[in-house]
């Protein structure tokens, strides 16, 4: 692995079901972010971690949810999915504790679609 | 947070120099300014980061006035691979999560 992961690419999920988006990061970073991306928008973050443990909302977190167990993974729960929710997701980390910059880095995207 | 603004597209020509303007008139002291480029069906990149007055790398030229109310991304000489979206944030640097992404600028490189 290299820099971070996502899975799946994609997926087509019915109105109702749980689904768990996968964010794996092998660089040891302490922050990570989920982001979700509609058509033709700008990013939105949705919830963060600033190191292991801990976790914060984002702009837009109601319907989700997220766990940091460890420092490489970032879980994104949609406990009951809506059609609101398809968007393209995001998966990005950083080096919190950086004394200058904060540089984040991102997944190639998990693009879901809700019917 | 600080609003950004920025145009929402932008057209150039191949070998041009393009600049990107970036308003955030309520920036606070502590909060840097950063850039960044997102290609279709890919998360965005970094592209450059200042706080003040000039920063250049291998890719772009970052401008801040001393007000730091406003900020301009430089490409020179413009190719078609740099026709992307481009996303300018600011933030306190070591709080991701308070970086906001706008709409971004659309910039397209015509040959």
């Known amino acids: 692995i290299a820099g971070i992961t996502q899975a799946p690419t994609s997926q087509i999920l019915a109105a109702g079901r749980r689904m768990t988006l996968r964010c794996t990061q092998d660089?040891?970073?302490?922050?990570m972010y989920w982001y979700r991306q509609d058509l033709g928008l700008g990013l939105r973050l949705i919830h963060y971690?600033?190191?292991?443990?801990?976790?914060g909302k984002g702009e837009v977190p109601d319907g989700y949810s997220v766990s940091r167990a460890n420092t490489d993974d970032f879980p994104l729960t949609l406990a009951s999915a809506v059609p609101s929710q398809t968007s393209v997701y995001f998966c990005?980390?950083?080096?919190?504790?950086?004394?200058?910059?904060?540089?984040?880095?991102f997944g190639p995207g998990t693009r879901l679609t809700v019917l | 947070l600080a609003k950004t603004t920025q145009p929402i597209s932008m057209d150039s020509y191949e070998g041009q120099e393009v600049n990107i303007t970036c308003s955030h008139n309520n920036i606070a002291t502590n909060d840097y300014i950063t850039w960044y480029q997102q290609f279709p069906s890919q998360g965005p990149r970094f592209i450059i980061q200042?706080?003040?007055t000039k920063v250049t790398n291998e890719v772009a030229s970052l401008f801040i006035p001393a007000d730091r109310k406003s900020s301009t991304l430089s490409l020179p000489r413009v190719s078609l691979s740099d026709t992307a979206v481009y996303y300018c944030?600011?933030?306190?640097?070591?709080?991701?999560?308070?970086?906001?992404f706008g709409p971004g600028t659309r910039l397209s490189v015509l040959p």
């Open positions: 660089m040891r970073h302490n922050a």
């Open positions: 990005a980390s950083s080096a919190w504790f950086t004394s200058s910059y904060n540089e984040q880095f």
């Open positions: 944030l600011v933030g306190a640097h070591n709080y991701g999560q308070n970086f906001v």
């Open positions: 200042g706080y003040k």
């Open positions: 971690s600033n190191t292991a443990g801990t976790t």
